[in-house]
């Protein structure tokens, strides 16, 4: 039973987790594209995201993050003689560090942030929270269909995501471009 609890915060602390990367990604954009306004605009609006990033990263996501893993590891341990051995657990793990790098490269841009500076454009931060989408969805597949999952399937299916979330991002631009 208590094994059943520690899943569903793990659960719970991972959407809160992905969540706080979707709209910390999303405020990084608005960031960005308030560099373009006028000088009172950017005066008003920048300062005002970067406090919104700084409470949501500090507040939210990053405990969120921490959370995630130690319940993560606690259900490793509880139940080491099955998980440690699943090949499926392993490229999971795998995905949580490279969440993990891309936990704390989000966290580089909204230092950069706060000082002003993001030298990636509203296209380049779009794609970038794409990467997070990427994640959510092999992660969620592998532990859910564990074993199920042919390797030929997951690589083409991980690919064909990745391919409609560029045309997504592609087609999004475009319309913005047409309704300016």
Known sequence: MTYDYI????LIFMVSWFAGLFYMVRLLIY???????????????????????QRLWWIITTPAM?????????????NS??????????????????????????????????????TWNSNHLRIWNEVATLFLVSIVFLVVLKNQLSWI???LGFFGVGILLMLGIKVYKKLRKSSL
């Open 31 to 53: 960031f960005r594209e308030a560099a373009d306004k006028t000088a009172a605009e950017k005066e008003i609006l920048q300062p005002q995201f970067v406090l919104m990033m």
């Open 66 to 78: 921490i959370l995630t893993v130690i319940f993560g590891l606690w259900m490793l341990y509880l």
């Open 7 to 10: 899943k569903a915060l793990h």
């Open 153 to 155: 399937n997951g690589t």
């Open 81 to 118: 003689d099955y998980l440690i051995k699943a090949p499926w657990m392993h490229l999971k793990l795998g995905f949580v560090v490279l969440l993990l790098v891309y936990h704390f490269y989000t966290q580089k841009l909204l230092r950069s942030s706060q000082n002003g500076i993001i």
